[in-house]
C-alpha cells in the first residue's frame, strides 16, 4: 500500500516536524513494515512556472504537425516578454494555462531544459506533459490546467504536487484495514496521540422511494449497498489533484468514473463497483455460480465459472466475478451516462479462492480476501456518488438499496494484565484499555476483566492473544526486555546427529543441499509414471494451497528434487548432484480432519487424540539425484558420467553413518527403469525392512521433468535406517597375519552378485573378516548366459595363525555354501 504523507495529513493531525522517514520509523515498530519511502520530485528542480498561451502559429513542411507558441511566463524569464516555445502537441489552444519549464530546469531522468533553434525557430523552453512532469502516465498531449488553478508566472511545483514522499507499506494478509489511507491514519493518530478524522463518517440520509432490487444469500454476503447516479457527463476528465493521488498510490488513471471509485477504494479501504446501468437486464443477485456459466471479463477472457464463485448476475446471467472483476458487457464506456455503484461485504475466502483459480489477483480481490471493514460500504458508495455528482455533473439519486444481514461482533473476554503477561513485562494500570479505545474497540471493565468488542474494521481480532498484540505494539516491540533464557537442554538428540552427520556425508562426497517447497501435483505424480493404485497418490489435499497447480503435500521427495535439478540444469550447470532431506506426508485411508484448538486454553487430552489422529504418518527422508560428470576429466584421466551405481552408492553412504549395511537387490519400481533399479533393505531386530529405492530414471519421467538423459536418483527413508541401528562397539584387532584367498565362481547371469557375497559369508564361518568383489566377466569362456564373478576372501584368527589347511578349509565352505544356494561352480 503506498500512502502519500500530503493526502495521510489530511485524516491526522500530525506535528510539522514528522518526515515521512521518522513515521516510516514509528509505522515499522508497530507492526505496518514500510519497505521504501520515495521520494518524488527531488529530480526536480526550477524555473517551473504557470503560464499562458498567447498565440499559436502552425508550422508546415515538416513530418508532423509542429506548433511556433508565444507564452506569457510573466516576471517568471526575468524579461517580462513572452516566451518562445516550440511545441508537437495539438491538445490545447490560445488562451489555455498550461505549465512551462524555462531555461535552467530539469526534469525527471536527468532531463535538462535549454534554449536551442528547432523547425527553423528559437525555442526557450518546454510546454510539459504529464508524463514529462512526472505527475501521471499520459500520453494524449500537454497538461492544461484549470481556470483559476495559480497566477501566470508563479512556481508550479508546490501546487501541482510534484515533490511528495511516499510510503510504501507491505501489508501482511491479517492487516487488511492497513489497504487503505483510513486504517494507515488510525494507526498513526494512536501512536502520535493525535486526533483523527474518519473519511469514512459520513452524514448519509435514509433512501427515498426503493433501489435497484437486489437479492443476497448471507453466506456469501452480508451486506450490499447500490446507489445511482444519473446524467452523468462521461467526457468529463478527472481532475488533476485525483490522478496525482492515483498515481503516486501506484494506481494508473482512466476515466472519471473509474477513477472515483479507485480513489474511494484506497481512501477508504471498500473495493467499489461501477456499472453502465443501462446495460443492466432487471435486478441482480449475489449466488454461487453455476456449473458450466461462462463469463467474459474487464480483460476479454471468456473464463469458465466454478461453483465456488461468487457471481453478482441479473436476469442475462453473470455480469461480475464478485470482488475479482467486472464483466466486459457492463463496463462503463465513454458512452455512459448512467451509473451504478456498487459496494459489498463478501466472504474472504471465496474471494480468495476465485482470484487464485482464475489467476487474478487485483486491488480489488487483495483486500476482500484480507478482510474489509463490514459496515463502511454505504459510506463508500455514497462518497463514490457525490464525487460522481461533484465532478461529472451527475445527480445522485435519493433511493438506493442497502441490505445488511451483518451479525453483531461478539465480546471478548480478557485480563487487563494478559498483554503483560504475553510479553513478559508489567504494563502500567489503564495502558490495555487505552490502547484498546484508540484502535476502536468497545471496551467494558469490570475489575481486571475486560469485554471487549473489536471494531467492523478488525475482523482479524478474534481472541484474547490478538488483543494482547495489539497493546503490545503500540506500546513497542522494542521496549520488550531481552532475557537470556537459562539453559535447559542436553544437547542434540542421536536422530539429531544422524542427519547431521548425514547430511556431512553427503556434502563431503560431492552433494550439494536444497530445500524444496512440499507441495505438488497431479500432474509431478503423472511425471513419475505411477500407477493408480499406487500409494504414493493418495496425498493430502491444502485447503488453501499457494498454487493451485501444486495444492496435494508430497509423498515422496523426488518431484522437488527433479525441478531443482532442471533448473539448474537450464542455467548452464551440466554436471549436478542434489540432495534434500526432509519429511513427507502419508495419510492413512479415511484420515479425519484436524480440529481447530483453543488459544484460551490448554488442549484436552480428547482434544490432543482427535490431533493426532487426523495427522498422517510423516516419515524422514533422504533424496539425492545426478546427472552429468561425477568424475571430470583432466590431465589426471577422462571422466566418469553418473550411473546407476553412483545413486546406490549415495545410499550405502547414507546407511553407513548410522553403521547399517544395505542390502541391494533387483527391482520394478517407478520411477526408475525396470532393469536399471535396485530395492534397498536393512535388518532390524530380526526383520527385513525395505528402506528405498536408487538406480537410473525412466525416459518417461526424464521427458516429463525435463531432466537430462541417463539422470540417477535415490530416495531412502532415514527413519527405519535409524531404526537399525545398532550401538557402535569398537572392533577387535588381531595381532596374527591374515590369509587371503580369491575364489571365481561362475553362475547364471540372473544371479544377483548380493546373493552370492551372502552365501560365501555365511558358508566361511567365523575366520572370516572381509568379502571383495573384484571382477565381473562374461565372455565365450564362461559360455552364453553365464557370468564369472571373482571374490577376495580374507581369513584372520584373534588367537593364533591360520594355517594353509584352516584357510583352506573355510575356503571351500565358502565355495559350497556358494554352490549350494546359487548354482554357483567353481571356474577353472
Known amino acids: 500500500m503506498r500512502v502519500p504523507l500530503t493526502w495521510l495529513r489530511e485524516y491526522v493531525d500530525l506535528p510539522a516536524d514528522v518526515t515521512a522517514r521518522d513515521l516510516a520509523d514509528r509505522l515499522t515498530l508497530a507492526g505496518l513494515e514500510v519497505e521504501t519511502v520515495d521520494e518524488l520530485g527531488t529530480d526536480i528542480s526550477g524555473p517551473v512556472v504557470h503560464g499562458r498561451v498567447l498565440s499559436i502559429e502552425e508550422l508546415t513542411g515538416f513530418k508532423k504537425p509542429i506548433r511556433f507558441c508565444l507564452v506569457d511566463v510573466g516576471g517568471a524569464n526575468g524579461t517580462g516578454e513572452p516566451q518562445e516555445i516550440v511545441c508537437g502537441a495539438r491538445n490545447f489552444a490560445e488562451g489555455d494555462l498550461v505549465v512551462v519549464c524555462l531555461p535552467g530546469a530539469e526534469l525527471p531522468g536527468g532531463f535538462r531544459i535549454g534554449a536551442r533553434k528547432t523547425y527553423g525557430r528559437m525555442s526557450a523552453g518546454m510546454i510539459c506533459s504529464a ?39 507491505a501489508v501482511t494478509p491479517d492487516r487488511g484495514y492497513a489497504l487503505s489511507l483510513r486504517g494507515v491514519a488510525r494507526d498513526t493518530a494512536a501512536l502520535y496521540g493525535v486526533g483523527f478524522r474518519d473519511p469514512a463518517d459520513l452524514a448519509v440520509a435514509e433512501p427515498v422511494g426503493e433501489g435497484t432490487p437486489a437479492e443476497i444469500d448471507p453466506a456469501l454476503c452480508d451486506r450490499y449497498v447500490l446507489r445511482g447516479a444519473t446524467g452523468f457527463d462521461p467526457d468529463a476528465p478527472s481532475p488533476l489533484w485525483m490522478k496525482r493521488r492515483l498515481h503516486q498510490s501506484g494506481v494508473r488513471p482512466l476515466s472519471l468514473a473509474v477513477d472515483v471509485t479507485n480513489y474511494v477504494m484506497l481512501e477508504l479501504g471498500q473495493p467499489l463497483h461501477a456499472w453502465d446501468r443501462a446495460q443492466l437486464r432487471g435486478g441482480l443477485r449475489v449466488r454461487a455460480a453455476s456449473a458450466g456459466e461462462k463469463l467474459e471479463t474487464l480483460d476479454h477472457v471468456q473464463r469458465s465459472l466454478d461453483a465456488d464463485d461468487i457471481v453478482i448476475a441479473d436476469d442475462s446471467g453473470p455480469v461480475n466475478i464478485a470482488g475479482v472483476m467486472g464483466g466486459l458487457s457492463t463496463e462503463i464506456s465513454l458512452n455512459s451516462t448512467e451509473v451504478l455503484v456498487e459496494a459489498a461485504h463478501f466472504d474472504a475466502m471465496h474471494i480468495a479462492r476465485a482470484s487464485r483459480r482464475h489467476q487474478l489477483s487485483s486491488e480489488s480481490s487483495r483486500r476482500f480476501e484480507r478482510g474489509v471493514d463490514s459496515a463502511v460500504q454505504l459510506a463508500a458508495a455514497s462518497r463514490a456518488v457525490e464525487l460522481l455528482a461533484e465532478l461529472g455533473g451527475a445527480t445522485v439519486e435519493t433511493a438506493y438499496t442497502h441490505l445488511d444481514r451483518t451479525p453483531p461482533r461478539e465480546a471478548i473476554g480478557v485480563r487487563a494484565s494478559h498483554a503483560g503477561s504475553v510479553a513478559g513485562m508489567d504494563y502500567p494500570e489503564g495502558t490495555t484499555e487505552r490502547w484498546l479505545r484508540a484502535i476502536g474497540c468497545a471496551v467494558e471493565a469490570d475489575g481486571d476483566l475486560l ?67 512440499p507441495f505438488v501435483g497431479e500432474r509431478d505424480l503423472d511425471g513419475l509414471q505411477l500407477g493408480a493404485a499406487d500409494d504414493r497418490r493418495r496425498a493430502l489435499r491444502l485447503a488453501n494451497p499457494l498454487n493451485e497447480g501444486e495444492p496435494l503435500l508430497r509423498t515422496t521427495l523426488l518431484p522437488g528434487l527433479f525441478k531443482a535439478l532442471a533448473r539448474n540444469v537450464g542455467r548452464g550447470l551440466t554436471d549436478v548432484a542434489l540432495y534434500e532431506m526432509g519429511l513427507v506426508y502419508r495419510p492413512g485411508p479415511g484420515t479425519a480432519r484436524a480440529p481447530m484448538l483453543p488459544v484460551d486454553r490448554g488442549p484436552s487430552a480428547e482434544e490432543l487424540a482427535r490431533v493426532d489422529a487426523a495427522l498422517p504418518e510423516q516419515p524422514r527422508r533422504v533424496g539425492a539425484v545426478l546427472s552429468g560428470l561425477v568424475e571430470r576429466a583432466g590431465w589426471w584421466g577422462p571422466g566418469r558420467e553418473a550411473t546407476w551405481a553412483d545413486a546406490v552408492q549415495a545410499a550405502r553412504d547414507t546407511a553407513g553413518v548410522a553403521g547399517v549395511e544395505l542390502e541391494v537387490e533387483a527391482d520394478q519400481h517407478a520411477p526408475w527403469h525396470p532393469g536399471r533399479c535396485a530395492a534397498l533393505y536393512v535388518r532390524a531386530g530380526g526383520e527385513r525392512l525395505l528402506v528405498g529405492h536408487a538406480g537410473e530414471l525412466h525416459p518417461r519421467t526424464v521427458k516429463a521433468f525435463g531432466l537430462p538423459e541417463r539422470t540417477v536418483a535415490v530416495e531412502v527413508e532415514l527413519d527405519r535406517i535409524e531404526r537399525a541401528r545398532v550401538p557402535a562397539t569398537a572392533p577387535e584387532v588381531s595381532t596374527y597375519p591374515v590369509a587371503t584367498q580369491d575364489v571365481a565362481l561362475v553362475v547364471d547371469s540372473s544371479v544377483p552378485v548380493g546373493r552370492i557375497s551372502e552365501a560365501l559369508t555365511e558358508g566361511a564361518g567365523e575366520l572370516l573378516e572381509s ?43 565358502a565355495v559350497t555354501a556358494a554352490a549350494e544356494r546359487t548354482g554357483a561352480v567353481l571356474r577353472g
Open 451 to 517: 469485554r471487549v468488542t473489536p471494531p467492523t474494521w478488525r475482523p482479524d481480532i478474534t481472541d484474547p492473544n490478538d488483543l494482547a498484540e495489539e497493546v503490545i505494539r503500540f506500546e513497542g516491540y522494542e521496549n520488550i526486555p531481552s532475557i537470556r533464557p537459562r539453559a535447559s537442554g542436553r544437547g542434540l538428540t542421536a536422530s539429531q546427529r544422524l542427519r547431521r552427520a548425514v547430511g556431512r556425508t553427503l556434502a563431503d562426497t560431492g552433494f550439494h543441499e536444497v530445500l524444496n517447497y
Open 131 to 169: 508524463t514529462e512532469l512526472g505527475l501521471w502516465e499520459d500520453h494524449t498531449g500537454i497538461v492544461v490546467l484549470p481556470e483559476g488553478f495559480g497566477e501566470v508566472g508563479e512556481d508550479a511545483i508546490g501546487p501541482l504536487g510534484l515533490r511528495e514522499d511516499v510510503l510504501d507499506i
Open 771 to 813: 568379502v571383495r568383489l573384484f571382477d565381473v566377466y562374461t565372455g565365450e569362456q564362461v559360455g552364453e548366459g553365464r557370468k564369472s564373478v571373482a571374490f577376495a576372501l580374507r581369513f584372520r584368527a584373534g588367537d593364533r595363525t591360520l594355517t594353509a589347511e584352516e584357510a583352506g578349509a573355510a575356503r571351500d565352505a
